[in-house]
């Protein structure tokens, strides 16, 4: 069975940087396009970013875009969240999740396994 493990949350002031890292085991990391999405309670879950297989196409959602990159590393199996100029309505659990497709999606039903989450709580 696929694992994925984030890390890499924490508390950070508005206007700060938060790194996320998701480690994956237990499937072909490279065949797969990784997505990252947030959820604050009583809010459905949202798309934040997405990366293609080989990592040559990215995708933000409109919130995000230009303040965090979606990157990865093949040989680590890793997929990273950089955020920057974080703002208090960032504050969510952040999950990863992997697509058997090597083409991203912003759509939760397209991604086949997900991680637990880590909190990222950014104050004002």
């Known amino acids: 069975q696929a694992q994925l493990h984030e890390s890499g949350g924490g508390l950070v002031q508005a206007g700060g940087s938060l790194s996320l890292s998701c480690a994956a085991s237990?499937?072909?990391?490279?065949?797969?396009?990784m997505g990252w999405f947030r959820q604050t309670p009583g809010k459905a879950r949202e798309f934040v970013a997405a990366?293609?297989?080989?990592?040559?196409?990215?995708m933000y959602a409109d919130s995000v875009k230009g303040r965090f990159t979606v990157s990865r590393d093949n040989a680590k199996n890793t997929v990273s969240l950089q955020m920057n100029s974080l703002k208090p309505e960032d504050t969510a659990v952040y999950y990863c999740?992997?697509?058997?497709?090597?083409?991203?999606?912003?759509?939760?039903?397209?991604?086949?396994?997900w991680g637990q989450g880590t909190q990222v709580t950014v104050s004002s």
């Open positions: 237990q499937l072909t990391f490279e065949h797969y396009a």
């Open positions: 999740a992997a697509r058997s497709s090597g083409y991203y999606s912003s759509l939760q039903k397209g991604y086949d396994y």
């Open positions: 990366i293609t297989w080989s990592g040559e196409g990215t």
